[in-house]
């Protein structure tokens, strides 16, 4: 009978729009990390496409709406793949990466980047890091210490997320450690299941990826 008739207005709508990364989890103070291996793809294979999701935190709109994105200054010197340790650097746009689209649909909460990583001769033995952060614009503007990173690598595989290298983590028991060609003789079989099952194969290369490194890891900043 006394309960306020107004409660219902918890956004301000006179501020912006914030547009964040997220991988499902409520929390907007995240760090995501993928990968985009060329090590065990063809050497003709000189471009790959990624698209990042991002979220809208506000009031859709009934009409397409762009957004602007920055890359900052990788903290992180060096990052471990199969248990080698290679030298960071910050990914140079039009040399490492391009980015296409920028894009928050009419009527959607679910905007999209569109990034293009390039193959080059300096990731044969280093890591360029593209990390990308939600740049403040006319409509939008990003959450702190919110981003995602792209890590671009080509030379010896890299270990997945789920394996890692060493007997601390639970699919040592399993696997063993980690070593390239071990890891290309388990892609070999899971490949195989296409001929066998390729129904099966279909689903567990929409849940895992094709070459079983699918997801995001996350940490808080």
Known sequence: FLSCSDTWLMYDT????????????????????????FALLDE???????????????????????????????TTTNYTTGGVARELYDAVEGEDYTIDELIVPAGSVEGRIEVTVKRTEKIKDKIASLVLQI????????????????????????CPNWWYYDSAHQWYEYLGEFREDKYRKLLEFYHAIENSNPTLYANMVACFGKNIDKGTYTSET
Do not use: C, W
């Not at 000189?46 to 762009?66: P, Y």
């Open 135 to 158: 740049a403040e614009s006319d409509e939008f503007q990003g959450v702190p210490r919110n981003v995602h990173r792209i890590l671009i690598s080509d030379g010896i595989a890299a």
């Open 14 to 37: 006179s501020q912006k729009d914030k547009l964040y990364f997220s991988d499902g989890y409520q929390s907007l103070d995240r760090y995501l990390s993928t990968e985009a291996p």
């Open 44 to 74: 003709s294979v000189k471009e790959l496409r990624q698209t990042i999701s991002v979220k809208l935190l506000g009031m859709v709109a009934d009409h397409d709406r762009t957004f602007e994105v920055q890359a900052i200054h990788d």
